[in-house]
């Protein structure tokens, strides 16, 4: 099948700087990715759609200014959390669709102190 | 898309087939059944999908009621690796990739497969 990557697999940041996670489809093109969030012990909490060419469309409840999505090539999406917080320590997958499959990268985690 | 509705956990016995059933009453008819599995600190990984008919793949069959009311996914032979967190997900059809439904995860059936 398809392969989705991310970058980095884990990461430590202090409060109030910026975080970018990248998502790559490997072997394919994606116009569209999504971008999920998920807490521990809860289910994936889809956040926004990422659009190459375009803006990102956004979830109800998900702050865009906080949550920078950047989708500059048909193989690459980015993730930006700005002025994490502690609150913002979760796991991040991304996923992109290929014909009537869509698939998931491994995961980032992110945990600010 | 519609939602569904699953068991919270189940067990099962390694070397037993492992039959996860999904309810989703209110699915329509451009929606399918798809299938994903959430290993512990991994992303989601696909199963199998369906619309009306059963399927079965190497890694698994899907067996829908006929008013596709509801779904049972089979795991034939359950290993200890198969031990995961299993999502039943309504999707709706699209023509091209970009216009597929959203894939939306509910609370899924968390299956503990034992020795």
């Known amino acids: 099948g398809a392969v989705v990557s991310q970058h980095p697999s884990w990461v430590i940041c202090k409060s109030g700087t910026s975080v970018k996670i990248e998502c790559r489809s490997l072997?394919?093109?994606?116009?569209?990715m999504f971008w999920y969030r998920q807490f521990p012990k809860q289910s994936l909490m889809l956040m926004a759609t990422?659009?190459?060419?375009?803006?990102?469309?956004?979830e109800q409840g998900v702050e865009k200014d906080k949550f920078l999505i950047n989708h500059a090539s048909l193989t690459l999406s980015t993730l930006t959390v700005t002025s994490a917080h502690p609150e913002d320590s979760s796991f991040y997958i991304c996923?992109?669709?290929?014909?009537?499959?869509?698939?998931f990268g491994p995961g980032t985690r992110l945990t600010v102190l | 898309d519609a939602k569904t509705t699953q068991p919270t956990s189940m067990d099962c016995a390694e070397g037993r087939a492992a039959n996860l059933p999904c309810n989703h009453s209110?699915?329509?008819?451009?929606?399918?059944v798809y299938w994903y599995r959430q290993i512990h600190s991994q992303g989601p990984q696909y199963i199998i999908h369906?619309?009306?008919n059963n399927e079965t793949n190497e890694m698994a069959s899907l067996i829908i009621t006929e008013d596709r009311k509801s779904s049972t996914l089979i795991l034939p032979h359950a290993t200890l690796r198969d031990t995961a967190v299993y999502y039943c997900?309504?999707?709706?059809?699209?023509?091209?990739?970009?216009?597929?439904?959203?894939?939306?995860f509910g609370a899924g059936t968390q299956v503990v497969v034992t020795p």
């Open positions: 997900i309504v999707r709706s059809f699209g023509m091209t990739t970009d216009s597929w439904g959203k894939l939306q």
């Open positions: 209110t699915i329509s008819g451009n929606e399918y």
């Open positions: 996923s992109a669709p290929h014909y009537n499959e869509q698939f």
């Open positions: 990422s659009n190459e060419g375009s803006k990102a469309t956004y």
């Open positions: 369906g619309l009306k």
């Open positions: 072997d394919f093109q994606a116009t569209t």
